[in-house]
């Protein structure tokens, strides 16, 4: 299929690219790691399609997916619905995506077990449509005051910490226990404080662990590998209302209560210690262009998996960039060392546990 892809898109003119269409499959390897995370890079354009089969079904965020193509059965209501979730990611200017279902897979949408039974569709004759379509509208149907949209519900949970926690009731977002059965926000909350002191044991602990990228990282793998993948900790920032905050806030919230910060507010609350500290003009020019990243686009810039686009998009190269720093290492260590300060907390002396 990727070899028939690339030779219809050189046929048509649309590239000359031998890369247009890759596959990614568990069998790919390194490279196919490697184009998996160039297509999850909203800002490159090649590869522009993947084909796979099972890998890319959950905890992979390609925001931009504008199209998904089932070409094999998919009779397993839980992986239909992770495969949907690779399109109803938000971006910039992307208001729908559309599924091409070879396979029938589509029926999977009417699930009784989620949604219970379906409305009564009631079918009109073709007069009474006639009438239906012409019928005008009453005047006092239309109000020159916009509509105000209705207040979101909120839903407390008191943990087992006697402290309660505030989330949004959002029924369009669904959960599932690792036994694959739907559970609701509420039981989800639950579940993720009980399961994350085996992570961290307090706070500070959370905060040492977030402060490099590669200890970051590591603990994000681990999150996944026990259910809490990048789409779940994505959703929780929409129930705890903190869609411009860093995944750092929703962990150190659920676990502690603690304060949500604003990715704005935590990159300029550092700005003036990072100015102190890094006193090169190139240094701080580099770290303003990296936060300003940071405050769009989320924690994810600031993984080293990223430091190479990041380099290119400012300077053209990496040797570029190398020239005005004096050394690739010298880069590295200023993109790694500047970012404690991001999470530096304002009471360092404490130890609270995560009971």
Known sequence: MRDI??????????????RYCVRVTSNDGASGETDLRTFQDNEKTI???????????????????????????????????????????LFDGKEFFTIFDFVKAHQNFSDREWDGDPIEVTTLHTSQKKDFMVAEPK????????VKEPKREKIKIKLSDGKTRQIKHVSSIMYWSPEGKPITAREFVERMFEDLP????????LRRIWQSPDTREKLLQELSDAGYDHDKLRSMQRLIEAEDSDIYDVLAYIAYNAEVLTRVDRAEHAKLRIHQLFQDNEQKEF??????????????????????????LKYHTVSDAALLFGSTERIRDTFVSFQKYLYQGHDNGSQRDAR
């Open 5 to 18: 892809i690339n030779q219809y898109a050189v046929k048509k003119g649309w590239t000359t690219n031998p």
């Open 287 to 312: 770290i303003d262009f990296v936060l300003s990243k940071y405050k769009t686009d989320g924690v994810e810039e600031l993984s080293l998996k990223k430091m190479r686009a990041l380099l290119e």
């Open 198 to 205: 085996q992570f961290f044991k307090h706070e500070d602990e």
């Open 139 to 146: 005047p006092e149907f239309y109000s020159a005051d916009p």
């Open 47 to 89: 590869p522009t399609i993947l084909t796979t089969s099972r890998k890319l079904s959950t905890g992979v965020d390609a925001r931009n997916v504008r199209n998904i193509v089932l070409m094999r059965p998919c009779n397993n209501m839980i992986e239909f619905k992770q495969i949907i979730g690779r399109g109803t990611r």
